[in-house]
């Protein structure tokens, strides 16, 4: 069955330096992968989408990378700063058919001051 | 605009009652989704409405039924509550895209119902 794998041990990072997030996923070829942003007590907000055939994308000071052979996306936040701390989702996608999106569990990353 | 918007915030019922989740958004979106959201198991589909008029089973549906009333409002409704409900509920809706030639869809979620049955 489709698995997808975030770390779900809390990342502690200090403020400034680079987070990376990775996001694995087994028995699945989306067509995309999407990053999600979820604060406590709310819900999941977009961040960036990535096609399957883009190796990298940037928006400000996040970055995602999309290794289809690794089936692997890693997501990095540079320069980190204690508002960034969240827990962050990946969800693949496909594009057949319905266009359903699944969710991983989420890797909560803090950023010490 | 409001986005996403569900009532009520907060839920407590007794096993086997039962009560309905509300849901709307103003963004004129086709598709609305409710997702249950648990400890380690992150969120799990329970229902989805690809377009007014239509609803679909999700991952986890029994227990649960929906009705899509107009292209806005996507209810999701527990008949007889039991305590593995205990969870909390999102109501997201989609946008359809066109990236590059794949279509995409790009949830917006609503804050989400905290449900406890006792």
């Known amino acids: 069955s489709q698995k997808i794998e975030q770390n779900s041990e809390a990342l502690n990072i200090q403020e400034g330096k680079t987070a990376t997030l990775t996001c694995n996923y087994t028995?699945?070829?989306?067509?995309?992968l999407q990053w999600y942003r979820q604060d406590p007590g709310r819900g999941p907000v977009f961040l960036l989408l990535?096609?399957?055939?883009?190796k990298e994308k940037r928006k400000e000071r996040l970055k995602v990378t999309f290794d289809t052979t690794l089936k692997q996306s890693l997501f990095h936040i540079t320069a980190s700063q204690p508002a960034d701390s969240a827990t962050y989702l990946c969800?693949?996608?496909?594009?057949?058919?319905?266009?359903?999106?699944?969710f991983g569990t989420g890797t909560k990353l803090q950023v010490i001051p | 605009n409001a986005g996403v918007t569900q009532t009520p915030k907060f839920q407590v019922l007794k096993t086997g009652q039962s009560m309905t989740l509300q849901c709307a958004q103003d963004?004129?979106?086709?598709?609305m989704y409710w997702y249950r959201q648990d400890p380690g198991m992150g969120l799990r589909l329970i229902y989805y409405s690809a377009s007014e008029g239509t609803t679909d089973k999700g991952e986890v549906p029994n227990g649960y039924n929906v009705s899509r009333l107009n292209k806005r409002e996507f209810s999701l409704r527990l008949e007889s509550a039991a305590p593995s409900q205990t969870s909390v509920y999102f109501c997201a809706s989609s946008e359809r895209g066109l990236a590059g030639g794949i279509n995409t869809d790009t949830q917006y979620f609503g804050p989400g119902t905290r449900l406890t049955v006792l």
């Open positions: 028995n699945y070829s989306p067509a995309y």
């Open positions: 990535i096609r399957e055939n883009e």
């Open positions: 969800a693949l996608g496909s594009s057949g058919g319905y266009q359903k999106v699944t």
């Open positions: 963004m004129n979106h086709n598709s």
